[in-house]
């Protein structure tokens, strides 16, 4: 906390700084200009009135000058925006030229697309530090089921996700996809199978239908409407004024969380991915909405193999198997109906949602 504080005050400090020379940088400019501009007009005066040059004269320099003064006034103004953003640049290039993770060997063998199952064997993970974040985890998704993760905050569901993405490599044991162990093999090929929806999807201000492409950029315009019509805003989209080219505004404030949740779900679905990973997807929804968009993903689920991760356990009562995690490690695994039956964690936390 107090690291924090401290930065905190650094920050302060800094942008009191930044804005009194903003400021200065400004004022200073104008303040001179103005002063500058009395004593000629001062002396301008004097020179008239002595007759050593003619008022056409003095107004003349006097119009040229206030315009002159006026335009480097202006351009002054520009400088502390310059300044600003040249540390911006210098940062997006610190970005880009920061490595990534780990680099596949290039010839790392593909994932072949899912036939069996997803299996998580004796996988431990820290993200550093002393703690493991997930710990001796066992996971078997049958291909085209649908399972869902749950357990309480921390206990280690998105971190499931981020390693079967291999956004993280875990620190032991093996994931597989059918016989292929992912961290093996190349990350394009086994990220080519699968989409993720998370709670807050950024869409961007461009048309729906360039919204819905980002999925795939390859798609063809059929391509992004059997998405639409598959995650159930297709007649949305098409009463707009614009239908598909209509503009979404920035962070697509133009449609409601629902809706801006489908669209999600068709940019997922036009990758036709053969595993779909939802990261508490309908969690911000409101409860009709809720249950509305997860009717929606139980049809899109077909022929697929569907893994969600969520807190709110309305969501998954339908799920072929439910996989309860605490504190990184697996501790219940079953239907709805059996995990209740076992009057265990998932019944105390399934009594408790109401
Ligand atoms: N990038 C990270 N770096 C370090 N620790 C992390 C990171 N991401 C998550 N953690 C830690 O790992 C643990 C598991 O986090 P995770 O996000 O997987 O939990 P979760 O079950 O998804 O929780 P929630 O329901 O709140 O989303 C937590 O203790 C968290 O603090
Ligand atoms: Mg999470």
Avoid: C
Avoid at 45 to 66: C, D, K, Q, R
Avoid at 217 to 229: Q, T
Wanted: proline share 3%.
């Amino acid at each position: 906390m107090r690291g924090f504080g401290e930065r905190n005050q650094l920050e302060r400090s800094q942008a009191i700084r930044h804005r009194f020379l903003n400021a200065m940088v400004e004022r200073s400019v104008t303040i001179s200009v103005l002063m500058l501009h009395l004593v000629v007009f001062g002396l301008g005066a004097y020179l008239t009135y002595n007759e050593e040059i003619t008022l056409g004269t003095f107004i003349t320099f006097e119009s040229v000058f206030w315009e002159l003064s006026y335009n480097i006034g202006h351009v002054t103004q520009f400088i502390p925006v310059t300044i600003t953003a040249s540390g911006a640049t210098r940062h997006i290039n610190d970005i880009f030229e920061e490595p990534s993770r780990s680099q596949d060997s290039p010839d790392a063998p593909g994932v072949p697309r899912i036939q069996n199952a997803i299996t998580f064997r004796n996988v431990q993970f820290s993200y550093g530090g002393d703690t493991r974040q997930i710990r001796n985890l066992n996971l078997t998704i049958p291909e085209g089921s649908r399972v869902a993760i749950v357990g309480p905050s921390g206990s280690g569901k998105s971190t499931v996700l981020s390693l079967l993405l291999r956004l993280y490599d875990p620190t032991g044991g093996t994931i597989r996809v059918d016989d292929t162990d992912i961290v093996q093999s190349r990350r394009d090929s086994l990220r080519e199978q699968m989409a993720i929806v998370f709670q807050d999807n950024l869409l961007f201000d461009i048309s729906i239908r360039e919204n819905i492409r980002l999925g795939n950029p390859a798609a063809s315009d059929e391509d992004v409407e059997r998405a639409a019509k598959a995650a159930e805003i297709h007649r949305f989209i098409r009463s707009l004024p614009n239908g598909y080219d209509t503009v979404v505004g920035e962070r697509g404030n133009m449609m409601s969380g629902g809706q801006r949740q489908r669209v999600a779900i068709a940019r997922a679905l036009v990758r036709d991915p053969a595993i779909l990973l939802l990261d508490e997807a309908t969690s911000a929804l409101d409860h009709g909405t809720e249950q509305a968009i997860n009717r929606t993903l139980m049809k899109v689920a077909a022929g697929r193999t569907m893994i969600t991760v969520t807190h709110r356990l309305h969501s998954v009562t339908e799920m072929d198997k439910i996989f309860v995690l605490e504190k990184g490690r697996l501790i219940e695994e079953g239907t709805h109906a059996e995990l209740l039956k076992r009057k265990g964690v998932y019944a105390a936390l399934w009594k408790q949602a109401g």
